[in-house]
């Protein structure tokens, strides 16, 4: 699937790209929480992106539902965002019969998630929402508490600019950016 930047950014360079990208993700997460929900509206904001997709990825956030044990939201909606463009279309698919056609465009989304992946452990340390918690700021929290969510943010949860959530979305926002024009999915 080809997807088209949305007129305000036509015409950037990748660098401005990848710069907005962070700069959506982060200010997304900071202002609107939900981790993956927030890597997914920065590229809503950025490219033409059905409106769906920003709500489907509402409960992944804080490794899952707020529950905050799970795999990082941000890098849930990265790749919410990148098997958009890249998944496996329905019609592929088969309840009568396994074709090599239908599994093969399943390893090609899968590839390519697996990169987003693999920046984000090279980055980070892990996938694991409470383990991220706890390299950030000494422990994790369970954000669904409000005492908790008010320790998060008083260790800057949402607001600095250097080591938070925020960074972690704006990373991941901004390696989806980088893939998608890597992979030529978006029109210049």
């Not at 007129?7 to 982060?26: H, I, P, R, T």
Request: with cysteine; net charge negative.
């Amino acid at each position: 699937m080809k997807g088209t930047l949305k007129a305000k950014y036509a015409g950037w360079s990748e660098k401005q790209l990848l710069d907005k990208a962070y700069e959506l993700g982060f200010d997304f997460e900071k202002y609107s929480h939900s981790c993956s929900q927030s890597a997914v509206a920065a590229m809503h904001e950025m490219l033409h992106i059905d409106d769906a997709i920003v709500r489907i990825a509402t409960s992944s956030a804080g490794g899952q539902a707020a529950r905050v044990t799970g795999t990082c939201g941000a890098l849930i909606g990265g790749t919410i965002v990148l098997d958009y463009f890249f998944g496996r279309p329905a019609e592929e698919m088969s309840h009568t019969g396994e074709a090599q056609a239908n599994v093969a465009s399943l390893h090609d989304a899968v590839g390519i998630a697996g990169t987003l992946f693999d920046k984000f452990v090279a980055e980070h340390g892990t996938v694991i929402c409470p383990h991220l918690q706890t390299r950030l700021y000494g422990r994790p929290f369970f954000i669904s508490d409000e005492e908790e969510m008010a320790k998060f943010e008083r260790l800057g949860g949402h607001a600095n600019p250097e080591k938070s959530c925020c960074c972690v979305v704006g990373n991941t926002t901004r390696w989806v950016m980088e893939l998608l024009l890597a992979k030529k999915a978006i029109s210049l």
